[in-house]
C-alpha cells in the first residue's frame, strides 16, 4: 500500500530540518542560531522558517530555512525581522514572492526529497 501524503511530509519534514541543523555545524557538532547567534548542538536547535512551514512552495527550500535556537524559533516566534535582516532584502522579498506561488506535491517529488536529504545527511553525519 502506498505512502499517504501526510506520511511522505512528515517523513521529509524530519530529515530536512536534520540536514539544515547539520549542515552549518562545526566538526564538534555545534551550530549557532540564525538570528540570535548562540552556539549550541545541533540536536538542541530547531530548524527555523523565515516564511510559513504552511508555505508549501518555501518549505523545503535551503535559503528559506536556517538553524534556530528553540528561544528564538519558538519563545519569540521565530524572530521573522531579524531573519529577514540576517537574510538580506533581495533574498527575503524573494522568499516572500515565492511563498505565495502555489506548490504541487507529488508523492513522487516528496519520494525523490526524502532519498535526497537522506543520503544528504549521512554525508554529514
Same mark, same amino acid.
Given at each position: ?7 511522505? %511530509?512528515?517523513? =521529509? ?6 540536514? %539544515?541543523? =547539520?549542515?552549518?555545524?562545526?566538526? &564538534? /557538532? @555545534? ?12 540536536? $538542541? ?5 523565515? !516564511?510559513?512551514?504552511?508555505? @508549501? &512552495?518555501?518549505?523545503?527550500? $535551503? ?10 524559533? /519558538?519563545?519569540? /516566534? /521565530? $524572530?521573522? @525581522?531579524?531573519?529577514? =535582516?540576517?537574510?538580506?532584502?533581495? #533574498?527575503?522579498? +524573494? *522568499?516572500?514572492?515565492?511563498?505565495? !506561488?502555489? &506548490?504541487? *506535491?507529488?508523492? $513522487?517529488? #516528496? *519520494? +525523490?526529497? %526524502?532519498?535526497? @536529504? !537522506?543520503? +544528504? ?5
Amino acid at each position: 500500500m502506498p505512502l499517504k501524503r501526510s506520511t511522505l %511530509i512528515k517523513k =521529509l519534514d524530519k530529515v530536512f530540518s536534520q540536514y %539544515i541543523r =547539520l549542515k552549518d555545524a562545526d566538526h &564538534a /557538532g @555545534y551550530v549557532s542560531c540564525f538570528t540570535c547567534g548562540v552556539s549550541k548542538n545541533w540536536r $538542541e536547535v530547531d530548524a527555523g522558517h523565515f !516564511q510559513s512551514r504552511g508555505k @508549501y &512552495a518555501t518549505r523545503w527550500n $535551503e535559503d528559506n530555512v536556517r538553524p534556530q535556537c528553540k528561544r528564538c524559533n /519558538g519563545f519569540r /516566534g /521565530g $524572530e521573522q @525581522y531579524q531573519f529577514a =535582516l540576517n537574510l538580506g532584502t533581495d #533574498l527575503a522579498d +524573494e *522568499l516572500v514572492l515565492l511563498s505565495n !506561488q502555489p &506548490a504541487r *506535491l507529488t508523492n $513522487e517529488w #516528496l *519520494l +525523490e526529497k %526524502i532519498k535526497h @536529504y !537522506q543520503q +544528504e545527511v549521512k554525508k554529514l553525519l
